[in-house]
């Protein structure tokens, strides 16, 4: 059993940063491919990044590909999600996620994830 718990979302002007984070319990975290999605009413939960175990390879779609950074610190349990040139199009609820992986992949598909954070709200004002 994985608890994600997401933190740093807010409000932010057009052009803006935010950090997101993501910190995980148990003392397996390094056995997760981690990625972060983000999900507006009406509209399917998308992927905005995602990350393997180790941390080596990452994947973006072009939405977010030059403004969006995942990283993680297995240390620390925790994966963060560095957002620049924030767009008011970026506003959404965030939620962090993680995939029992046996292979350094990326995990690109919610039903592929087996914990979620219970989201935090990022708006970004035009």
């Known amino acids: 059993q994985v608890q994600l718990v997401e933190s740093g979302g807010g409000l932010v002007q057009t052009g803006g940063s935010l950090r997101l984070s993501c910190a995980a319990s148990?003392?397996?975290?390094?056995?997760?491919?981690m990625g972060w999605f983000r999900q507006t009413p009406g509209k399917e939960r998308e992927i905005v990044a995602a990350?393997?175990?180790?941390?080596?390879?990452?994947y973006y779609p072009d939405s977010v590909k030059g403004r969006f950074t995942i990283s993680r610190d297995n240390a620390k349990n925790t994966v963060y999600l560095q957002m620049n040139s924030l767009k008011p199009e970026d506003t959404a609820v965030y939620y962090c996620?993680?995939?029992?992986?046996?292979?350094?992949?990326?995990?690109?598909?919610?039903?592929?994830?087996?914990?979620w954070g219970q989201g935090t709200q990022v708006t970004v004002s035009s």
């Open positions: 996620a993680a995939s029992r992986v046996f292979y350094s992949i990326v995990v690109v598909t919610p039903n592929q994830y087996d914990y």
């Open positions: 148990g003392r397996t975290f390094g056995s997760y491919a």
């Open positions: 990350i393997t175990r180790s941390g080596g390879t990452t």
